[in-house]
C-alpha cells in the first residue's frame, strides 16, 4: 500500500488529485467548525464526521496531522448578510447572559456532542475572539494593497477592485455578474461602494455588546475573516486542506479566497474539500429553516419526528454509509436500518473471537480474506468511499457468519487478517466504536461478562454429555430469555447477545 495512492476532490478543479503535501510527511489541514448559539444538530456531525474520517486516514497513512478547527463565537451576522444583529449577541440579550457565557455553554454541548460521535478533538480549536489582533492585521494588509476601502468606521472588501485583476467566484464557479444579481439590496448597505462587497471590519452600533477597538472604529471583524487569519497563523501562509460543509462554499470560501489572494498574493490552500448537505423532505436541514433535528434530541429520541433513540454510532454509521459529496436524507427508516447494519458488522467482529481456526480455509472465506484490506484501501483511496468500505465490510461480515454457521472453515492465518484489516477499517478509520463501548459499559468488562457466557455453555456441554437435559435446556431456555441466542454446532455451541 502506498500513500501516495489516495485521491481527492478538490472543489476548485472539479476533479479527484493526486494528495500530495506541501511539506513532506505532514498535513496542514483547516476545516469550519460551529458558530456557538446553539446545539449542534445532524447537518452539523456531518462535516465533524467527514473531516474526522479524512484526520484519521491520514494519520494512519502515517502523516503527521494539524487540524485546526475554530470556533466561530462572534462576528456571524443573521441572513448572512452584512446588516443585522449579531447571532452570539442577540441571544445573549434574550437570555441576559454574557455573551461568552452563552459561547462556552454551546461550545462545551458541541464537545460532548463530537466525543460521543467519536470525533477525535482537533489539533487546535481557536476561537474568533482570541484572534482580534490577527484580523485587524489581516484587513490592514488588504487595504494597504488597495483591495479594501473604509466606510464610516467599517471596512469593506473591494470586490470589483479584485475583479479587474483576479477572479471573484472562482471556487462557486459564479461569475461576478450572477452574483450582483442575487445580491439583495438590503437596508443599510448604502456605506457599500457595491452591493456584492463584504465587510472586513463592522463598526458597532451603540447596543452592540461584542465590540473591540480598531484603527477604524469600536467594532468586530467580518465572518469571513477569522478563518483566513487563524488558518494562516496556525498552518502558515499555504498549507493543505481547508475543508466545511458545502454550504460553505459560497460565500464564505469564496471570500477567504479573496482575502488571502488580495492580502499575500495568492491563495493559502491546496485541496478545497466540502461534503454535502444533510436533507430533510429533501430539504437542506439547517438553522435557518427550523427543520432542525439537534444531535442530543437523536440520542435521546426526544423530537416529534424521532419514532425512537438513536445511538451516537448508528448517526455516525448513518452518515458514513453515504459519500461525502452526496446528500444524505433523513427518515426513521434509513436510521433503523443503519442501526441494523452497525449491529450486525459489530456483532461479526466481536464473533470473530470465538471461531475456532480449522486447518485450511474453504475458497470463497480464503479469496474474501484475501483480498479485503487491499479493497478497502482502495475505496479510502479514490475520494475516501466509506460506503464501499462498509460494503467490503459487509462481505466479511457475511463470510464470518458463514462460518459460525459451520458453513465454511477458516484457517487461522485468514481469520488474523479478517480480525485486523475490520478492527483497522471499521474502528480505527471508520471511528466505529465496538459494542459494548458506549452507554458507560467498557469492551474490558464485556469481555468479563461474555468468559461468562462461555462458561455457562460449557457447563451446558458437560450436562449435555452426561445426558442431563433438564440442567442444559434450563441454561438454554435462561440465556434466551435474556436475549442471548445460543447457535448448536458440531464443535460445540455459539452465542450471541440480541440487544
Ligand atoms: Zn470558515
Not at 216 to 243: Q, V
Amino acid at each position: 500500500m502506498s500513500k501516495q495512492n489516495l485521491l481527492i476532490y478538490n472543489t476548485l478543479s472539479r476533479t479527484k488529485q493526486l494528495f500530495t503535501p506541501i511539506v513532506e510527511g505532514r498535513v496542514g489541514m483547516y476545516v469550519c467548525g460551529p458558530t456557538v448559539y446553539g446545539d449542534a444538530h445532524l447537518g452539523h456531525a456531518r462535516p465533524a464526521i467527514t473531516f474526522d474520517l479524512l484526520f484519521r486516514y491520514l494519520q494512519h497513512l502515517g502523516y503527521k496531522v494539524r487540524y485546526v478547527r475554530n470556533i466561530t463565537d462572534v462576528g456571524h451576522l443573521e441572513h448572512d448578510a452584512d446588516e443585522g444583529e449579531d447571532k452570539i449577541a442577540k441571544k445573549a440579550r434574550l437570555e441576559e447572559l454574557e455573551p461568552m457565557e452563552v459561547a462556552q455553554y454551546y461550545a462545551n454541548r458541541f464537545h460532548d456532542a463530537m466525543k460521543a460521535l467519536n470525533c477525535l478533538p482537533p489539533s487546535i480549536e481557536p476561537h474568533a475572539t482570541g484572534h482580534i489582533i490577527e484580523q485587524i492585521q489581516l484587513v490592514k494588509e488588504i487595504l494597504e494593497n488597495g483591495y479594501a476601502y473604509e466606510s464610516q468606521g467599517s471596512v469593506y472588501f473591494d470586490v470589483d477592485k479584485y475583479n479587474e485583476r483576479y477572479r471573484y467566484g472562482k471556487l462557486s464557479g459564479r461569475n461576478l455578474t450572477d452574483v450582483i444579481n442575487n445580491s439583495r439590496e438590503l437596508e443599510g448597505q448604502s456605506e457599500k461602494h457595491n452591493q456584492v462587497d463584504f465587510a472586513l471590519w463592522k463598526a458597532a452600533q451603540p447596543e452592540h455588546i461584542m465590540r473591540w477597538p480598531s484603527p477604524w472604529s469600536n467594532g468586530f471583524p467580518g465572518w469571513h475573516c477569522e478563518c483566513t487569519a487563524m488558518g494562516r497563523k496556525y498552518l502558515g501562509s499555504h498549507f493543505d486542506i481547508h475543508g466545511g460543509g458545502m454550504d460553505l462554499v459560497f460565500p464564505h470560501h469564496e471570500c477567504e479566497i479573496a482575502q488571502a489572494v488580495a492580502s499575500q498574493g495568492d491563495d493559502m490552500v491546496k485541496y478545497w474539500m466540502h461534503c454535502n448537505m444533510v436533507t430533510i423532505g429533501g430539504q437542506k436541514m439547517g438553522k435557518s429553516l427550523g427543520n432542525f433535528i439537534t444531535l442530543n434530541e437523536f440520542f435521546t429520541g426526544s423530537h416529534e419526528k424521532l419514532s425512537q433513540a438513536y445511538s451516537p454510532m448508528t448517526i455516525r454509521f448513518f452518515i458514513l454509509q453515504a459519500h461525502y459529496r452526496s446528500t444524505v436524507d433523513f427518515s426513521n427508516e434509513a436510521l433503523q436500518a443503519a442501526e441494523k447494519g452497525l449491529q450486525r458488522l459489530m456483532n461479526a467482529i466481536a464473533d470473530l473471537k470465538r471461531i475456532t481456526a480449522s486447518k485450511e480455509s474453504d475458497a470463497e472465506t480464503h479469496r474474501v480474506a484475501s483480498e479485503l484490506r487491499q479493497k478497502c484501501y482502495d475505496a479510502m483511496n479514490d475520494d475516501l468511499a466509506s460506503p464501499t468500505v462498509i460494503s467490503h465490510l459487509f462481505e466479511a461480515t457475511n463470510t464470518v457468519n458463514r462460518v459460525l454457521d459451520h458453513k465454511g472453515s477458516i484457517s487461522a492465518e485468514d481469520l488474523e487478517d479478517f480480525a485486523s484489516t475490520m478492527h483497522l477499517f471499521a474502528e480505527e478509520i471508520l471511528g466505529l466504536l465496538p459494542l459494548g463501548a458506549t452507554e458507560g459499559a467498557s469492551p474490558a468488562r464485556e469481555e468479563a461478562f461474555g468468559h461468562v457466557v462461555d462458561m455457562l455453555l460449557e457447563q451446558r456441554a458437560i450436562a449435555k454429555a452426561n445426558k442431563d437435559w433438564t440442567t442444559s435446556d434450563r441454561i438454554r431456555n435462561e440465556l434466551t430469555a435474556l436475549g442471548f441466542e445460543i447457535k448448536d454446532g458440531k464443535d460445540g455451541s455459539t452465542w450471541t447477545l440480541n440487544k
